[in-house]
């Protein structure tokens, strides 16, 4: 939202940014890791923002992935994005060679192994997330921080598969990751606070605002957002059309109304994933995957309607 819709906004923004950098339990005397090698697992719609960041900053990213056609996918993402910078005037293509040189594509678990932060964003699924952290476990090396960029689902569980549960913690990116400035940071029971406080010192250099948030559904941003996002189903259900209820959120100075993000972030975050549990036109769509962006199948709003809102803004 921006910060010129309610009295007092920007007050409050810069009081809540300088609070959110002091967090309990740590301080200048918490020890930092050096943080020179990044592993991202999974180059979908988040995995691939989340290496920009990286390679954009300086920090050599391996990526791994489980299907050829999706790293290939992935990698030419990353290389569009970076080219349509040049095209803004943002950077220019020197700088994305060297960008894209920093990047190693890869489809064996196994080059995870030098890394000292591994990010994971694989599917939305807690039996697969539990398989990927007890294979981290094996694989990474043991001064590494290991963390999920899981839209919901609880870190501890995750940790729990691993023997250095200290080591685990959530790195919630937003979608378009490469650009969202939040960052939440999740910080597990078990959480060091070593590996915390070289989190949030390490957000700042990819240009990210860090927050801490405890385990619990949805952590901070989604946990406020879910609401929205039923109750704007709950309206389609009632008869109003989607535009109109984008169009009110827009009008009242958010960035985006509630189906053009859902189209860009991906229907399937947070479905319970049962197409036969048809409750919402968005479990329709799910159902149907109809996913929106990401399977390049219009969730709700067509791809060249948001184009023009965006266009609008
Ligand atoms: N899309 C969003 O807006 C958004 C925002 C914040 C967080 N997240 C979270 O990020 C994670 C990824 O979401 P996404 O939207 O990028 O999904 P996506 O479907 O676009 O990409 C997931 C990728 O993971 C790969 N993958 C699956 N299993 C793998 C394995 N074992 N090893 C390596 N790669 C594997 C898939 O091939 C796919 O390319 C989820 O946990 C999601 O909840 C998504």
Known sequence: MTSDALPGAKEHIATARAKSAQVDGIGPDTSR???????????????????????????????????????????????????????RGKMTAEEVEAAMARLTPSLEFEDLGDADLVIEAVYENMDLKKEIFARLDHVAKPSAILASNTSYLNIDEMAAE????????????????????????VRGAKTGASELATVMDLAPKIGKVAVVSGVCTGFIGNRMLSPRQQQAQALLMEGAA????????????????????????????????????????RDALCAAGRWGQKTGRAGTITTRTASARRRRM
Do not use: C
Request: glycine share 12%; aromatic share 8%; no cysteine.
């Open 162 to 185: 691993t023997a250095r549960p200290e080591a685990v913690l959530g790195m919630h990116f937003f979608s378009p990751a490469n650009i969202m400035k939040l960052l939440e940071v």
């Open 242 to 281: 989607y535009n109109e209820i984008d169009d009110v959120l827009l009008e009242f100075g958010f960035p985006m109304g509630p189906f053009q993000m859902g189209d860009l972030a991906g229907l399937d975050i947070g479905w319970h994933r049962d197409p036969a549990r048809v409750e919402t036109i």
């Open 33 to 87: 890791k050096p943080i020179g090698q990044v592993g991202v697992l999974g180059a979908g719609t988040m995995g691939g923002g989340i290496a920009m960041n990286f390679l954009t900053a300086g920090i050599p990213v391996t990526i791994v992935e489980a299907e050829q056609a999706n790293l290939d996918k992935g990698v030419a993402t990353i290389r569009r994005n970076y080219e349509n910078s040049v095209k």
